[in-house]
């Protein structure tokens, strides 16, 4: 058994494979500020291809890739409607409040879902009094409900509801092509209806760096000024595209390993005692489960750690596994029997 530890902090801990190195090191390179990097330009139109937009620009992160769309559909003193454990409102360190003086306001999220009754019902009619609603983010996969997939016909839902009141829409596709793959559907499916997104290639798709937001084009250059205006104008950031390249070229398919791992943890990790966890709900790489055993969540984690298995906590009683490129069947099984030897000792000595 190797001493490696089994990293399921997340995805983002994925290293570029040989052929990213390879082409980072060959990439042809220009000053993208001017528009002058054709690795950039490239990895800029397949994106807008995979995604069915018209344009798109290379971001430095989900993170900014987020707060620059968010920024390019609204005005200072708008509200924009989130779900309640979206990404953008829990982990983006408020920079829709802080950078775009917007406010946010939540809506329910339930398996990633928003309910479009309550989405219409969160936005304001025209009143002097009011902030005007000028924005609702989606967020697919989801990552707080367990990588949880919506399927078009759920993203049209919402969309349509947003699109009669003259408000856009922007998706948060940090793991866009794990719902694809997960639903078996090309990722334009999933985006037609939405005004812009944001996908990472720097997560299950192992890139190094970077995400990619797409749109219209008149969208996308208003885009690229608060880019440069949040430091994200990068240079000869070709080096960065050129392993964006060869993510979305080969690394889009081997995703179904990554789900059908996690769904194996999911299977092994249910039956233990103190675990509480639906495994049918595990669609895709991220596994979330509940610890009702004494130990809690943070002791499981040092629990588990001291057996070689790095993971995230979640809440109090909460873990977060995910797996990705680099995880194997092996690692799921030593991750299993770690979490096994912990819980059971647990339990053995609650006795
Ligand atoms: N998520 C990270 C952490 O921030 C929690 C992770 O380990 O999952 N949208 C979604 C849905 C995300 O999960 C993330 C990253 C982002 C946006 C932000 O992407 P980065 O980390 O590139 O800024």
Sequence with gaps: MSDRAVDLRSDTVTLPTPEMRR???NAELGDDVFGEDPTV??????????????????VTSGTQGNLVGVLSHTQRGDEVIVGDQAHIFHYEVAGCA???????????????????AEVEAAIRPPNVHHPRTSLVCLENTHNRNGGAVLDSAQIHAVAAVAHRHGVSVHLDGARIFNAAVALGVEVHTLTAEVDSVTFCLSKG???????????????????RKYRKMLGGGMRQAGVIAAAGIVALNTMV?????????????????????????DPKKVRTNIVIFDVTAPIGAAGLL????????????????????????????????????????VLVGVAVSAR
């Design 23 to 25: 082409a980072m090191a």
């Design 98 to 116: 802080v950078v775009g003086a917007l406010q946010l306001r939540t809506v329910h999220n339930v398996d990633g879902m928003l309910d479009p």
């Design 253 to 277: 398919d081997r995703l179904v390993e990554d789900h059908e791992n996690a769904r194996l943890l999911a299977e092994g990790l249910a039956d233990l005692p103190g675990i509480v966890l």
């Design 302 to 341: 040092m629990a588990l750690k001291e057996r070689g298995v790095l993971c995230t906590v979640a809440g109090p009683e909460r873990i977060r596994m995910v797996t990705h490129y680099g995880i194997v069947r092996e690692d799921i099984e030593r991750a299993i029997l770690a979490a096994r030897d």
């Design 205 to 223: 798709l192992a890139a190094p760096v970077g995400s990619v937001l797409c749109g219209r084009k008149d969208y996308i250059e208003t885009a």
């Design 41 to 58: 330009n490239r990895l800029e139109e397949l994106a807008a291809e995979r995604t069915g937009k018209e344009a798109a620009v290379l």
